[in-house]
């Protein structure tokens, strides 16, 4: 039976609140923030002084593009805990994610966030069809990655019969499939593959297998990966979007029924898109970075911060009732942000390694490439050691301080790519059409 749109939502009242109340209420919610940035957070009441601005300058959600930008970067300078707005006792919750360095960068939840996480997960898992009562495969990292806890906070919400099997483990995962029995999963695209695969090699055809819908994100996919994972799983999948920074997964999803974009739950998170090279606001429709206000976040509020994702606003009407705007998939990065298997990587944090090593030379070169399903990161460092004890050093070193596996080769010095005056291309891509 088809359902009626306010069946399709698990809070119509918020998921379909009119246009007009929509805005009055991102006002008055955006207000609150700045004016609680302002009275809490020394790195923000001394920047707004910087520019000149006050809490009373933002009088329409158009003002808000005279306020900073907030990065990654900032996040990092005031680590781990100069961005709360609450006492530190008050946390519940610590998660982090990589930093462009060393560092993780952190973020705080007091009880209010950890409430408005479960909601908008519990949004998100409805509109990609999980329904209370409904076995859930969470097979996203549980620990300091948000993944894992922020999927089962909101799954508890909805009432889902939580799995918490976590990442890894595929031959465990596949018998947990076959004898648990879930309808949904949740996972990387990329993981969904190899399960899918692993399943297959048991003997398992996609239509024997319990699962229907699969929701996927954390790392960038496409329509093409989409086909794949449906047909090889046997599921329904849509795109989760999210970030630890604003509030882990769940800062959008898409709807299963029409799989055109992700619904940014707009009265917690305000977005903009800005052009890359000058920060200035782009219409709907254009795409440029997506930026994120985080509305309700009462330990760590971020205002406008730099994702880096590239994408764009979708506010065409839509058949599900929902009032919030869509966001696209992600086309890229601004910056040199490497995904690998689910696991944030910056170049920088691979150098910060092999700096660290003394016996290497500082000259590398990343190359991407997919074996099977799985992509491989390959570090090659020019060493005039060709020593096999020292590359298995930078292995465990980048595992232990970054937290992926990597290939590493020791090459000749002189032979990997030098700057020619320009900015250095330190990554390779082969990996291909995704
Ligand atoms: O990856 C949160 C998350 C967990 C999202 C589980 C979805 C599912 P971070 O570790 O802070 O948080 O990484 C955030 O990952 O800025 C994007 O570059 C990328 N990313 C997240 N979701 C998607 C997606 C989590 N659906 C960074 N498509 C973001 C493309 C994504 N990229």
């Known amino acids: 039976m088809l359902e009626t749109p306010v069946q399709s939502m698990f809070n119509p009242h918020a998921e379909a609140m009119p246009i007009e109340q929509l805005r009055a209420h991102q006002l008055a919610r955006l207000q609150e923030t700045v004016a609680r940035l302002n009275e809490r957070v020394p790195m923000y009441r001394e920047r707004f002084a910087q520019t000149g601005l006050t809490p009373n300058d933002l009088r329409s959600l158009d003002d808000l593009s005279r306020f900073p930008f907030t990065r990654k970067s900032d996040l990092r300078d005031n680590y781990p805990f100069g961005l709360l707005s609450v006492p530190q006792r008050e946390l519940r919750r610590v998660h982090a994610s990589s930093g462009t360095t060393g560092k993780p960068t952190v973020v705080g939840y007091d009880q209010s966030d950890l409430d408005v996480f479960a909601e908008v997960v519990a949004r998100s898992l ?14 996203y990292g549980y620990g300091l ?16 019969s939580t799995i918490p099997v976590s990442g890894g483990g595929t031959e465990r995962q596949v018998v947990i499939i076959q004898d648990f029995q879930p309808e949904i999963i949740a996972c ?4 969904a593959l190899v399960l899918a ?29 989409r086909r794949d994972v449906e047909a090889k799983l046997g599921v329904k999948a849509t795109n989760i979007y999210g970030l630890s920074e604003i509030m882990g997964p769940g800062v959008s ?41 985080s509305m309700t976040r009462t330990a760590m509020p971020i205002l406008r911060y730099w994702t880096g994702d590239i994408t764009r606003l979708i506010a065409e009407p839509n058949a599900t009732g929902r009032t919030a705007r869509r966001m696209d998939m992600i086309r890229g990065r601004s910056d040199d942000l490497i995904i690998l298997r689910g696991v944030n990587v910056y170049p920088s944090q691979l150098e ?46 980048v595992k232990t301080n970054v937290g992926v596996t990597i290939e590493c080769e020791l090459c000749e010095p002189g032979s990997l790519p030098r700057s020619e005056g320009g900015k250095l291309k330190r990554v390779t891509d082969l990996r291909g059409d995704r």
């Open 126 to 139: 409805y509109a990609a069809g999980a329904r209370p009562g409904m076995m859930f495969h969470n097979a």
């Open 145 to 160: 990655f948000t993944g894992g806890l922020g999927l089962h906070g909101g799954a508890e919400r909805l009432g889902l």
């Open 188 to 191: 990387t695209p990329s993981y």
């Open 197 to 225: 695969e692993a399943l297959h090699r048991q003997g398992y055809r996609p239509e024997d297998n319990s699962l229907k819908y699969a929701i996927l994100g954390a790392e960038p996919w496409s329509e093409k990966m």
């Open 253 to 293: 999803n898409e709807d299963v029924t029409e799989q055109a974009g992700s619904y940014l739950w707009e009265d917690h998170f305000y977005p903009e898109i800005v052009d890359p090279d000058t920060g200035e606001n782009v219409p709907d429709g254009e795409y440029g970075v997506l930026v994120l206000t």
């Open 352 to 397: 910060a390694v092999l700096l660290h090593m003394g016996e290497v030379s500082p000259h590398y070169h990343i190359y991407l490439s997919r074996t099977g399903l799985m992509d491989e990161l390959t570090l090659k460092v020019e060493s005039g050691a060709q020593d096999p004890a020292l590359r298995a050093e930078i292995v465990r070193l």
